[in-house]
């Protein structure tokens, strides 16, 4: 069975830092692209940032370009995201999800999601 668990949420002050992990287990991370997506209260779902299978490139939206960087480590099947400068709209649930597609900015591609972890940041 596949499972992916964010841990690394909470409540920060604008400016600060956070760094979230995701644990995965029941799959082989090295075969799967990464990604993060985040749900704010009333919004829909939005990519945030993705890495592809080796780890050696990362991609972001504009929103968080400069500010929040996912990396991986496959021995150890975990996916993380750096969340510097964070800013109240930041707040959400941050998922991390799975895909065997290049395609990941579509949400659709995803096969395997985590239970999401919050993160509130405050002004």
């Known amino acids: 069975q596949v499972q992916l668990v964010e841990s690394g949420g909470g409540l920060v002050q604008a400016g600060g830092s956070l760094r979230l992990s995701c644990a995965a287990s029941?799959?082989?991370?090295?075969?799967?692209?990464m990604g993060w997506v985040r749900q704010a209260p009333g919004k829909e779902r939005e990519f945030v940032a993705a890495?592809?299978?080796?780890?050696?490139?990362?991609y972001s939206a504009d929103s968080v370009k400069g500010r929040f960087t996912a990396s991986r480590d496959n021995a150890k099947n975990t996916l993380y995201l750096q969340m510097n400068s964070l800013k109240p709209e930041d707040t959400a649930v941050y998922y991390c999800?799975?895909?065997?597609?290049?395609?990941?900015?579509?949400?659709?591609?995803?096969?395997?999601w985590g239970q999401g972890t919050q993160v509130t940041v405050s002004s």
């Open positions: 029941g799959l082989t991370l090295s075969n799967y692209n």
């Open positions: 999800a799975a895909t065997r597609s290049s395609y990941f900015r579509n949400l659709r591609e995803y096969e395997y």
């Open positions: 890495i592809n299978r080796s780890g050696g490139s990362a």
